[in-house]
């Protein structure tokens, strides 16, 4: 159904921006675009250049702290006048119109690479662009878009309706639906604005050279004091340099891998659409409650559980496991107890731990394992192994001023938290699963020093009791328990009873 020009349908909640294609002679819609988008949203219009074979609709829309993103309805048109051909330049005039844009739409343009079974001309057109254009990429669903009733039976139909969004760094999803009586399926694109944002993929590969030279002409953050506050503001500025850095020389090492389903589901989606294009052509009331039939089971069949609901069992589970006893059992136990946290607390910090220097922590560096894991920031270890010099002073320079302030920065203390189920145990349980945390790469280089530090300075004043075995250098749980077996055979000897007390926590075992 095309909207005639003049007629906005009203939404509750919602405002319309549209722009409709009018051919002048007749005073009709040719087509256009448009935008719902929900009152409660902090949004505005914004105009676009001037397009010759698109038709295009943009608004900006503010999320939390992040800059504003453009949001473009855009259609790319496949006709004569434009021979056919993808228009690049309407589309780049887009593209280059914002700095955090998402552009979303039919595009016509069907690739292998986002699970087309062929690829045209528009594909090839746009897929070009975009691996010539840094932080840009192609959000397509793995299922067909468009359903076309003269296609012989058993062709795959194409996915040419997508989302290509320019730094745009959330998590999303995206997927395809069949509300809609029309032969372009409705598809929902989904960015999880209050989740924690991406940047960059782990699989990269990295033109070190490049990314040297790069970041040898970034500005350092110094910070203008040596307060918390300044220290936590060069930190952060530290890593959107390297990541910026590490974007600009890298691309991605694999393809994305397509959605491996299973051949009774594929067969499901091949009966399912082959009912639809049946009904386009007889419009059987029976086939159309057929069709319906199909479409309440679902586009890829009923999902038991979708990873984002496992993730939030498993971290109510944690929370669950992590919470502070706070049921006082006994008052004056729990007073004395928080009488002795608070002296703690209160007690003067150490403050003449030795400062850091340039090869202590380039010696760290060095023996790094180049495949661990990194943390929030995606800063890996390899990276620290090809910061230049200059940025590693830097960095000795931040590490002294933080330990000089008692400090630990927020940024480093936030993990990537990765559950592993625990051995011979049901994995259909939250409680049975061990959390690994991811952290920074910058932060285990400053707990490497502060550690170091730490430990000279408790060595060099004896103030690490002889009982302590954990986390000692040279020490092992294994030896204190020989101590514990002489204790009790001396015991024996000396016709003595033993007493012991064994604390642990479950669900750390």
């Not at 608004?59 to 434009?82: C, D, G, L, M, Q």
């Not at 397509?258 to 082959?274: D, Q, V, Y």
């Not at 990537?416 to 959390?435: A, E, F, G, M």
């Not at 101590?483 to 926590?505: D, K, S, W």
């Amino acid at each position: 159904m095309k909207l005639q020009p003049g007629l906005d349908p009203l939404n509750a909640n919602y405002r319309l921006h549209k722009d409709d294609r009018i051919n002048l002679p007749r005073t009709r819609t040719d087509g256009g675009t448009a935008i719902y988008c929900k009152n409660s949203y902090d949004h505005n219009r914004v105009p676009l250049p001037t397009l010759q074979y698109m038709d295009a609709t943009a608004i900006e829309i503010k999320f939390n702290n992040f800059p504003p993103i453009r949001i473009v309805s855009a259609y790319a048109r496949n006709t004569p006048e434009n021979n056919r051909k993808f228009p690049d330049k309407d589309f780049l005039k887009i593209l280059n119109s914002g700095q955090n844009i998402s552009i979303a739409g039919d595009l016509n343009a069907a690739h292998r690479t986002w699970s087309n079974a062929r690829s045209n001309a528009f594909g090839y057109a746009l897929r070009k662009i975009v691996n010539n254009k840094s932080n840009v990429r192609i959000v397509a669903p793995h299922t067909p878009t468009h359903i076309n009733a003269s296609s012989r039976t058993g062709a795959r139909d194409p996915i040419i309706d997508l989302a290509v969004p320019k730094n745009i760094p959330f998590n999303h999803d995206i997927r395809v639906i069949d509300d809609l009586e029309s032969d372009h399926l409705p598809v929902i694109l989904t960015l999880y604005t209050g989740s924690a944002l991406i940047k960059i993929p782990d699989q990269l590969s990295t033109n070190w050279e490049n990314f040297k030279f790069l970041l040898n002409n970034k500005p350092l953050p110094i910070p203008p004091s040596s307060s918390n506050d300044d220290l936590e503001i060069a930190i952060r500025r530290l890593g959107n340099n390297i990541s910026e850095a590490l974007i600009e020389t890298s691309k991605p090492k694999f393809k994305q891998p397509s959605l491996k389903l299973p051949s009774e589901i594929k067969a499901k989606i091949r009966h399912k659409n082959r009912i639809w294009k049946f009904w386009q052509r007889t419009r059987d009331p029976a086939v159309k409650s057929e069709f319906r039939t199909l479409s309440r089971e679902g586009a890829l069949g009923s999902v038991a559980n979708h990873p984002l609901e496992k993730a939030e069992v498993i971290a109510d589970s944690l929370q669950k496991q992590f919470e502070p006893n706070t049921e006082a059992e006994n008052d004056r136990f729990t007073a004395r107890t928080q009488r002795k946290t608070k002296r703690f607390l209160d007690a003067p910090t150490c403050l003449d731990l030795e400062k850091t220097t340039p090869g202590e922590v380039q010696e760290y560096i060095k023996k790094l394992k180049i495949n661990k894991s990194s943390g929030l920031d995606l800063i890996r270890n390899r990276i620290l192994k090809n910061l230049p010099l200059r940025f590693v002073l830097f960095i000795v320079l931040l590490f002294n001023l933080l330990m000089e302030n008692c400090h630990f920065p927020k940024n480093w203390k936030t993990a990537v938290v990765v559950s592993i189920l625990k051995p011979n145990s049901d994995d259909t349980r939250p409680q049975n699963y061990r959390p690994i945390s991811l952290l920074s790469s910058l932060s285990k280089a400053y707990e490497f020093v502060l550690l170091n530090h730490l430990n000279q300075h408790c060595i060099a004043r004896n103030i690490i009791i002889p009982e302590q075995h954990g986390f000692v250098t040279q020490c092992s749980t294994v030896i204190h328990l020989l101590r514990v077996t002489e204790l009790i055979h001396h015991g024996f000897q000396n016709n003595q009873a033993t007493g012991m007390l064994f604390c642990g926590h479950s669900q750390s075992l």
